[in-house]
Nanobody, 116 residues
Framework: QVHLVESGGGLVQPGGSLRLSCAAS????????MGWYRQAPGKQRELVAV???????NYADSVKGRFTISGDNAKNMLYLQMNTLKPEDTAVYYC??????????WGQGTQVTVTS
C-alpha cells in the first residue's frame, strides 16, 4: 500500500490554469501506474491522465492538448498541469497508484471548480 495526498485544487475562471500535486508515501513510478482521475457530481469517476510503469503517457480525449501529467521520481510526486480550463473540468480530482486490482490506491481528492 502507498498513501497519496493531493493538493492544488481551487477556484479558477475559464481559460485559467492550475497545477495539482500528489505526494506519495514512498517510491511509486517503478511499482505503479500513476494516474489522475476526476469525478463530477452525478457522474462516474473517469481517467484523466496516466503514466504507466513503462513510461507511456495517456490522456482522456477531453483534456488532450490542455493537460500534462508529469512526475518527480526523487520526490515521489505526481503532478497534473491543467491549462485552458473549462467549466466541464469542474470535479474532484483524485490521484491513483495501481499495480493490479488488489493494490489500487487513492488519495482523498482535491476540488477543482471552473466558473466565471
Amino acid at each position: 500500500q502507498v498513501h497519496l495526498v493531493e493538493s492544488g485544487g481551487g477556484l479558477v475562471q475559464p481559460g485559467g490554469s492550475l497545477r495539482l500535486s500528489c505526494a506519495a508515501s514512498g517510491s511509486i513510478f517503478r511499482f505503479y501506474d500513476m494516474g489522475w482521475y476526476r469525478q463530477a457530481p452525478g457522474k462516474q469517476r473517469e481517467l484523466v491522465a496516466v503514466i504507466t510503469r513503462g513510461g507511456t503517457r495517456n490522456y482522456a480525449d477531453s483534456v488532450k492538448g490542455r493537460f500534462t501529467i508529469s512526475g518527480d521520481n526523487a520526490k515521489n510526486m505526481l503532478y497534473l498541469q491543467m491549462n485552458t480550463l473549462k467549466p466541464e473540468d469542474t470535479a474532484v480530482y483524485y490521484c491513483n497508484a495501481r499495480n493490479g486490482p488488489l493494490n489500487n490506491n487513492w488519495g482523498q481528492g482535491t476540488q477543482v471548480t471552473v466558473t466565471s
